[in-house]
């Protein structure tokens, strides 16, 4: 099976040769965050679950300019962005669904033993090594804010 990188170098040629003007700046843009987080001190070749997050990262870019441009009354800016969103899913794992999410946050509270609040980081660290790319985490967040709510 081919490497996240590769799949993207490849769709990228083939948004050349179609001419896609929307995938091939989203996946020159994408290459280019995937090599800056590269070329930072002391880090190296990044491998799927780094290119993972620098997709998150750039997703959730995009989702806090789409709220700035339909506040700010530029809707065709908002699109654009949303659009944009729609292409950097594609490189994600299948989404869960919020049964999903909320089961998967139900097992991590009782595997690290929270008891309230005050354990929200270990839940999430331990949430998110289990479903890394699979959920936002804004999404995440409030999963086990609402969770951990009800412990106490």
């Given at each position: 099976?081919?490497?996240?990188?590769?799949?993207?170098?490849?769709?990228?040629?083939?948004?050349?040769?179609?001419?896609?003007?929307?995938?091939?700046?989203?996946?020159?843009?994408?290459?280019?965050?995937?090599?800056?987080?590269?070329?930072?001190?002391?880090?190296?070749?990044?491998?799927?679950?780094?290119?993972?997050?620098?997709?998150?990262?750039?997703?959730?870019?995009?989702?806090?300019?789409?709220?700035?441009?339909?506040?700010?009354?530029?809707?065709e800016?908002?699109?654009?962005?949303?659009?944009?969103?729609?292409?950097?899913?594609?490189y994600?794992?299948?989404?869960l669904?919020?049964d999903?999410?909320?089961?998967?946050?139900?097992?991590?509270?009782?595997?690290?033993?929270?008891?309230?609040?005050?354990?929200?980081?270990?839940?999430?660290?331990?949430?998110?090594?289990?479903?890394?790319?699979?959920?936002?985490?804004?999404?995440?967040?409030?999963?086990?804010?609402?969770?951990?709510?009800?412990?106490?």
């Amino acid at each position: 099976m081919a490497t996240l990188k590769e799949r993207i170098d490849a769709d990228l040629k083939d948004a050349m040769r179609s001419k896609n003007e929307l995938t091939l700046s989203v996946l020159r843009m994408l290459k280019s965050a995937v090599k800056y987080k590269e070329v930072e001190p002391g880090a190296s070749a990044l491998d799927d679950a780094g290119i993972l997050t620098v997709i998150a990262g750039l997703i959730k870019q995009r989702r806090d300019s789409v709220e700035q441009f339909k506040s700010g009354g530029r809707p065709e800016l908002a699109e654009k962005e949303e659009a944009e969103i729609t292409v950097l899913q594609n490189y994600l794992p299948k989404q869960l669904t919020s049964d999903e999410l909320i089961a998967e946050v139900r097992a991590s509270i009782t595997e690290t033993g929270a008891k309230g609040p005050k354990d929200m980081g270990a839940v999430m660290k331990h949430v998110n090594a289990k479903i890394h790319g699979k959920a936002e985490g804004r999404a995440i967040s409030e999963a086990v804010k609402a969770e951990l709510a009800k412990l106490s």
